[in-house]
């Protein structure tokens, strides 16, 4: 199988590795793909854990994210910019642009995420979303 977050990429090469030990996730922008990849996958649980405590969803909107996730078709991510986000960083932002249809019209998020490093490992904070 082709990895959501970029298709060039295998997703045993990519992202699983994330979603099955989020200590192999180095950088803020390989957590934002690996979170991309989550969505397309309704990896709810992998979406919760590289989560800040702080921001993390509650059981309901938990529920109502991965509803959603089920329900779009997810098409592509682009990455727009990224600034810190390195091995040696402990917060970082990454701009993106993740694409998918829903009730047959297509639609776009468009956010530049923070991230921090929280129990050893980088988690998504909160984001921006622009127009």
Not at 27 to 43: D, G, H, I, K, W
Not at 53 to 58: C, E, M
Not at 86 to 99: I, R, S
Request: charged fraction near 25%; proline fraction near 2%; charge should be positive.
């Amino acid at each position: 199988m082709k990895c959501p977050c970029n298709p060039q990429n295998n997703y045993t090469d990519c992202c699983q590795k994330a979603h099955n030990d989020i200590l192999n996730v180095k950088t803020a922008e390989a957590l934002m793909r690996s979170r991309y990849s989550a969505f397309v996958l309704a990896n709810i649980e992998y979406l919760q854990k590289s989560h800040h405590s702080t921001t993390r969803p509650n059981k309901r909107e938990k529920r109502q994210i991965e509803a959603w996730a089920k329900s779009v078709n997810w098409i592509k991510l682009e990455i727009l910019n990224t600034t810190k986000g390195t091995a040696a960083d402990t917060e970082g932002t990454v701009e993106f642009k993740a694409f998918y249809i829903e009730n047959g019209q297509m639609g776009v998020i468009h956010e530049n995420s923070n991230f921090s490093k929280e129990n050893g490992h980088w988690v998504y904070v909160d984001g921006k979303h622009s127009a």
